[in-house]
């Protein structure tokens, strides 16, 4: 049963870092697309797109936290 178990836990371990990979290519993709039209990301924004790199936002939560900043 230990042996199905760390299986389980590898596998889920590769998923989470498949979906980390694809989260940060995406946003190396629209960090490029901002760059080509001469705009950058600030530092706390960038911290906060970590947080959804991570996987520790969600979509939506980095969207929230966006608006949250950009509305001050």
């Not at 178990?5 to 979906?19: G, H, P, W």
């Not at 901002?34 to 996987?55: M, T």
């Amino acid at each position: 049963m230990t042996g199905d178990s760390e299986s389980m836990e590898f596998r889920a371990l590769q998923r989470n870092a498949v979906d980390i990979a694809k989260r940060r290519e995406a946003h190396e993709f629209a960090r490029g697309s901002l760059r080509l039209e001469g705009l950058v990301c600030s530092d706390e924004a960038l911290a906060l797109h970590e947080k959804w790199i991570l996987g520790e936002y969600s979509s939506e939560e980095l969207t929230a936290a966006l608006l949250k900043m950009y509305k001050r």
